[in-house]
Nanobody
């Protein structure tokens, strides 16, 4: 099982970034995909995620209207389009896969750093 994130980096406030997560080694379509983030000394928090097989999504209040999660079940990828970035969006972003039935069946990527700074 592998979840490999990419697309992080340094961006100025107000800028945009797109994170991608490539999944392999498991039945991608049987998993809800989500993005989390974590800053030093804080718990990992949900940023955006799919919460149903029909494609319903959930976003943290702090990113709603600025971030968009999407998935490609053919390429086995999930992306996070981040617009109007703010310094408080600075964090390590993690991709997560959670089985739609067995919620304890969950995988994490290694994380990608996003830094928003002028």
């Amino acid at each position: 099982v592998q979840l490999v994130e990419s697309g992080g980096g340094l961006v100025q406030p107000g800028g945009s970034l797109t994170l991608s997560c490539a999944a392999s080694g498991f039945a991608f379509f049987s998993y809800y995909m989500s993005w989390y983030r974590q800053t030093p000394g804080k718990e990992r928090e949900l940023v955006a995620g799919f919460i149903s097989s029909s494609g319903r999504t959930n976003y943290a209040a702090s990113v709603k209207g600025r971030f968009t999660i999407s998935r490609d079940n053919v390429k086995n990828t999930v992306s996070l389009q981040m617009n109007s970035l703010k310094p408080e969006d600075t964090a390590v972003y993690y991709c997560n896969a959670r089985h739609v039935i067995r919620s304890t069946d969950s995988y994490w990527g290694q994380g990608t750093q996003v830094t928003v700074s002028s």
